[in-house]
């Protein structure tokens, strides 16, 4: 298989700089990795590497959007944690970001924004960003 340099990472534009970005995932080296890109792309980012400490760091953070990893630890996993903001009143867009490589058949809330497999180039992962931002902005008016 040939190698495929990764795609530029397009930081967003000038009006979305310093949006707040909620990245969720209990691998070390992937909240590592996206915090590193977000935060030189110009966003401000924060973690949490479980559902519990993410609805706490929503509550405080305020984020925009939200890059979950679908599989998180027991008691929640991303669909729990999505219910469980939504039950909070925090209908902020969610990106489902998962190692797993079938997608569930989809869900009926309208701010999941998509679904992303970790071995896609990040950059297609980052170009979700500021239309999901840049919606939340315009609902909240």
Do not use: C, H, N
């Amino acid at each position: 298989m040939p190698f495929t340099p990764p795609k530029p990472l397009e930081p967003p534009p000038g009006d979305l700089r310093g949006s707040s970005v909620l990245v969720v995932d209990d691998e070390r080296a992937w909240r590592v990795i996206l915090e590193t890109d977000l935060r030189m792309l110009g966003y401000k980012v924060s973690v949490a590497q479980d559902a519990t400490e993410a609805l706490e760091v929503a509550k405080t953070s305020k984020p925009e959007v939200a890059i979950i990893d679908l599989m998180l630890p027991e008691p929640m996993d991303g669909w729990a944690l999505l219910a469980e903001l939504r039950a909070r009143g925090m209908p902020l867009p969610v990106i489902f970001y998962t190692a797993y490589p079938v997608f569930p058949s989809g869900t009926e809330d309208p701010d999941v924004v998509g679904y992303m497999s970790k071995a896609v180039d990040r950059a297609d992962l980052y170009a979700l960003l500021p239309p999901a931002i840049r919606r939340w902005r315009d609902r909240r008016g």
